[in-house]
C-alpha cells in the first residue's frame, strides 16, 4: 500500500503533504493541483502554499491554525484528488545565446561529455522542458530533464555573481538565473528574456506546469532583443 499522500510538518507554521518520493511529471501534477486547490479554499490563517517537485508546503499562522485539524484536513484534500492530474501547458520559447563569455562551462561541458559543442547545444535545445517548481531566487525554473549525455555536476566551487538571464546545467535539470546571485549551476548560455520583473503585473514569466524550449540565437539577435522591447515568445 503506497504511503502517499503523506503529511509531514515543517515547525510550528508548516505542513508538507508530499506526493510521491520521485521526480516525475504525474507526481508533480498533483501537487500543483493541490496548491491550486488549497488557494481556491481560502482558508482562514492560510499565508501561502508552495510547491515543489513532488510535495507542497502550506504555511499558516499558528496562532490561528489548530496544526492537528489543518493536518487532517489537507490530507482529507489530498487523498481526493484524482491519481491522475491532467491540465493544459503552456510552451514558452526561450532564446539563448550560447557560449562565449555568455556561456563560460560550455567547452568544458563539451569535453567531459566527449561531444563538439554545437552538438551540446543541439542536444539543450531539443527538449521540451517542464517547469517542476520556481525557487532558490525570485522566479528561478527547476527544469527537467537534460539529454543524458550533457548531464552534469554543479560547480565544485560556486560562482559568487552569476549573471541574470544565465543559463545552467546541474546534474540533470536545467535552470534560468532571473537575477544576478551566486550560483553553482555550469552556465552554458544566457537569455536576452526577463524571467523576472517586479513590475509586471505578474512578475514571474514561467509558472510551475508551464513547458519550455530553448532556442539557439546568434549576439546580433541576442543584442537586439536585450536593447528592443525584449517580448517573450
Known amino acids: 500500500m503506497s ?10 507554521s508548516g505542513l508538507t503533504v508530499e506526493f ?49 485539524a489543518m493536518s487532517d484536513r489537507l490530507r482529507s484534500l489530498a487523498e481526493t484528488l484524482p491519481k491522475r492530474v491532467t491540465r493544459k501547458a503552456r510552451t514558452i520559447e526561450i532564446p539563448v545565446l550560447y557560449g562565449g ?9 563539451a569535453d567531459s561529455s566527449r561531444l563538439p559543442v554545437k552538438e551540446v547545444i543541439r542536444l539543450h535545445a531539443s527538449v521540451e522542458y517542464r517547469v517542476y517548481m520556481l525557487g532558490f ?9 537534460v539529454p543524458d549525455s550533457i548531464a552534469t555536476p554543479r560547480l565544485p566551487d560556486p560562482r559568487a555573481k552569476v549573471s541574470a538571464g544565465s543559463v545552467g546545467i546541474a546534474e540533470s535539470q536545467t535552470g534560468i538565473y532571473p537575477q544576478e546571485s551566486p550560483g553553482g549551476w555550469r552556465v552554458i548560455g544566457r537569455t ?33 532583443l536585450t536593447h528592443g522591447t525584449n517580448t517573450p515568445h
Do not use: C, W
Open 3 to 12: 504511503n502517499f499522500p503523506r503529511v509531514v510538518p515543517v515547525g510550528d
Open 101 to 109: 563569455d555568455f556561456g563560460p562551462d560550455l567547452p568544458e561541458l
Open 192 to 224: 536576452p528574456t526577463r524571467l523576472y520583473d517586479p513590475a509586471r503585473t505578474n512578475p514571474f514569466l514561467l509558472q510551475a506546469g508551464d513547458h519550455v524550449r530553448f532556442v539557439p540565437i546568434t549576439r546580433k539577435v541576442f543584442d537586439h
Open 137 to 145: 531566487s525570485p522566479g528561478f525554473p527547476y527544469m527537467g530533464r
Open 20 to 68: 510521491g518520493n520521485s521526480i516525475e511529471p504525474r507526481i508533480n501534477d498533483r501537487g500543483l493541483a493541490f496548491a491550486r486547490a488549497v488557494e481556491k479554499l481560502g482558508l482562514p490563517g492560510v499565508i501561502d502554499v508552495v510547491p515543489t517537485y513532488r510535495s507542497a508546503t502550506v504555511y499558516f499562522d499558528p496562532l490561528l491554525v489548530d496544526t492537528m
